[in-house]
C-alpha cells in the first residue's frame, strides 16, 4: 500500500516559479514508477510528467518541456515537480500517481493558480 500527499501549491504569477512535492508512504515506494498528472476545470485529467522508480527516465508533455522539471529522492520517499515560467494554462489541481504493476496510487491534489 502506498499513500501521496501532495504539498507545495499556491497563487503565482504568470512567469513565477512553484515547486511542488508529494511524499509518500510504503516501505515499497522506490519499486514505483511516480508522475504528476493536472486537472483544470471542467477539463480531463492530463499527464505532465513521469519518472521511472531509479529517476534515470523521465518523460514530460509537449506543454510543459522545458519549463518544468520532476525529481524524485528515494530515501526520502519525495518526488517533486519543479515549475518555472508558469502561465495562466498551468492552472489546475495537480495529482501525484505512483505506480507498479497494476497497483495504481493517487494523491488528493495540490491547487496551483496562475495570474496573468
Known amino acids: 500500500q502506498v499513500q501521496l500527499v501532495e504539498s507545495g501549491g499556491g497563487l503565482v504569477q504568470a512567469g513565477g516559479s512553484l515547486r511542488l512535492s508529494c511524499a509518500a508512504s510504503?516501505?515499497?515506494?522506490?519499486?514505483?514508477?511516480a508522475g504528476w498528472f493536472r486537472q483544470a476545470p471542467g477539463k480531463e485529467r492530463e499527464f505532465v510528467a513521469a519518472?521511472?522508480?531509479?529517476?534515470?527516465?523521465?518523460t514530460y508533455a509537449d506543454s510543459v518541456k522545458g519549463r518544468f522539471t520532476i525529481s524524485r529522492n528515494n530515501v526520502q520517499k519525495l518526488v517533486y515537480l519543479q515549475m518555472n515560467s508558469l502561465k495562466p494554462e498551468d492552472t489546475a489541481v495537480y495529482y501525484c500517481?505512483?505506480?507498479?504493476?497494476?497497483?495504481?496510487?493517487w494523491g488528493q491534489g495540490t491547487q496551483v493558480t496562475v495570474s496573468s
Open positions: 519518472i521511472s522508480w531509479s529517476g534515470i527516465r523521465t
Open positions: 510504503g516501505r515499497t515506494f522506490s519499486s514505483y514508477a
Open positions: 500517481r505512483a505506480r507498479l504493476g497494476v497497483r495504481d496510487y
